[in-house]
C-alpha cells in the first residue's frame, strides 16, 4: 500500500490484506485511518463511532460513517451474524462486545484487534485496569469465538509512542490457510 497510509498501524497494514472482499468493520474508527486503508482494498467499509466530529473526518469513498453509541444501554450490536468479511479494532476496549464480534464474522472472515494491555500504566494512558487488556486475552477472544490464531504479538511499542499491547489478526473456520502468505505478509519476499 502507498505511503499515504502511514498513519495506519502497522498491524492492520499487515493483515488487512488476508481480509476477503466484502463488508468491513472499523469499530471505534476515529477519524478513519484503517477505514480508508480498507476502502483501498476494495471493501465496502463501515466506519462506526459515538463521536460525530471524528466521523467528518471518516468519510471518503466506500466509507459509511456511522455514528452509533455500541455501550450505551438499551443500544444493540447492530450487525447480524456472519455479516462481516472483517472487523478492526484499535485502541479500543469494550469487553461485553468480544461475543457480538466473533459471532458477526463470515466463516472465512478475518478479526485484526490491537489496544493497550496491562503493563502500559508504565507508559501512560490508558492506565485503568477496565482498559487494559488482562494477559493471553485476545486469545481467549478468539479461542471463545471459534476463531482460529494467525498471528499475536504481546508486548512493548516504541512507536508512535512507547505502550504496552497485545494485538490477534484471527480467522472464522471456512478461512483458507493458503491465503496466509506468511513471507509477502512480513515483507520477506
Known sequence: MPNRFADASPWVRRWAPLIPQGEVLDLACGSGRHARLLAAFGHTV???????????????????????????????????????????VTNYLHRPLFGALAASLAP???????????????????SNPDFLLMPGELLGLAGRGGLRVVGFEDGVLREPRQARVQRVCAVGPAFDPARAQLDHLSGRE
Do not use: C, H, M
Not at 484487534?113 to 496491562?118: M, N, S
Open 46 to 88: 463501515i466506519a462506526l463511532d459515538r463521536d460525530p466530529q471524528a466521523l467528518l473526518a471518516a468519510r471518503g469513498e466506500g466509507i459509511e460513517t456511522v455514528e452509533y453509541d455500541v455501550e450505551a444501554p438499551g443500544n444493540p450490536w447492530p450487525f447480524a451474524p456472519r455479516s462481516l468479511a472483517g472487523i478492526v
Open 108 to 126: 472465512d472472515g478475518v478479526l485484526v484487534y490491537e489496544t493497550f494491555a496491562r503493563g502500559n500504566e508504565a507508559y501512560g494512558k490508558p
